[in-house]
C-alpha cells in the first residue's frame, strides 16, 4: 500500500508541476510545450502528473489562477504600505513595463496571448477569456473607487469606463510588442502615454 500523502505534501507536489510548466510556457510557448515536456522538467512520473492535471491545457489554466492569487497579494502588500492609490498603480504599470521591455524577466505574457489567440474559434478558451476580462475590469475599477473613496482622485468619467479604456491600451501595447518588439512598437512611449492619460482622467484640471 503507497503511504499516505498529507495535504500540504499535495499542495507542495501540485505547487511544483505548476513551477516547472511555467519555466517550460515561458521557454516554448504554449502551442509547443507538451505534457512530456513538463513531466521532465518537474521530474515527476507522468502518472503523478495526472493525480494533478489531465491535459497541458489544465496546468496552464491552473498557472494563471495561481498568477492571479500572487497579483492580489501583490496590490495588497502595495496597499498595506498606505501608499496613494496613484502610487500603487504606477508601481504596477512599473512592473509590466520591466516585463514587457525585458524578455529575460519570465513573463508568462506571451504564451497567454499565444493560448488566447490561437484558441478564440473554443468556445471554452473563449468564455475563460471573457471571464478574465471581466475580472481583470473589476480588480482595477476596485483600486480606482478606492482612491475615489479616498478623495485622492475626481474622475471625469465613470470608474468602469476608466478601466475599460485602459484595459484597451494595454492591450494594444502588449499585442504589439510581441509582435514587433518594443523597439519597433515604441513600447516605453507608449506606456508613458497611457499612464499620462490616466491621470487626466483621474486628476482633472
Known sequence: MSPKISDDQKEQRRRKILEAAKLVFIDKGYEPATLKDIVEEAGMSRGWIYLYFQTKEEI????????????????????????????VISTTFSQ??????????GSLTPAFYEYFLTGWRDEQRRS????????????????????????????????????RIIASFQEGIMTHTLAVGPEQSHTEIQLASMVNYLNQLLYPK
Open 96 to 105: 509590466q513595463k520591466k516585463e514587457l521591455l525585458s524578455p529575460e524577466s
Open 60 to 87: 496552464f489554466e491552473a498557472l494563471l489562477d495561481l498568477q492571479d492569487s500572487e497579483y492580489e497579494r501583490y496590490i495588497d502588500a502595495l496597499l498595506s504600505e498606505k501608499l496613494l492609490i496613484w502610487d
Open 128 to 163: 475563460l477569456l471573457m471571464k478574465r476580462y471581466e475580472n481583470g475590469i473589476a480588480r482595477f475599477a476596485r483600486l480606482l473607487q478606492l482612491g475615489v473613496d479616498q478623495q485622492e482622485f475626481a474622475p471625469i468619467l465613470p470608474i468602469e469606463d476608466i478601466a
